[in-house]
């Protein structure tokens, strides 16, 4: 491949690769509101009103402030056994 056409093919592949800022946070906010729609139907999920949570306005932090820190150890003694 000739050095021109390198650098163009370079060029355009980071066009995909590099997203605006607000980009990312979209998709991490679409990616949250699927899981948390997944997992309505759970006990955990019935548990803390996961549909509530889907309704809010403030997704991420109406989810940081219903649903307290959980390490392993309690997520399955409480939620698994």
């Known amino acids: ?3 021109g ?3 163009e093919f370079s060029l355009e592949l980071v066009e995909h690769w590099v ?3 607000g980009l990312a946070s979209e998709q991490q906010l679409g990616v949250l509101k699927r899981l948390i ?3 309505s ?3 955990f999920g019935l548990f803390y009103n996961f549909k509530s ?3 809010s306005k403030q997704l991420t932090k109406t989810f940081q402030s ?3 820190f959980h390490d392993y150890n309690q997520l399955y003694d409480k939620w698994w056994h």
Request: net charge positive; glycine share 0%; hydrophobic share 40%.
């Open 53 to 55: 949570i889907l309704r």
């Open 19 to 21: 997203r605006p800022d």
């Open 1 to 3: 491949m000739l050095p």
């Open 37 to 39: 729609k997944e997992a």
């Open 41 to 43: 139907k759970t006990e």
């Open 5 to 7: 056409k390198l650098i």
């Open 66 to 68: 219903t649903i307290p």
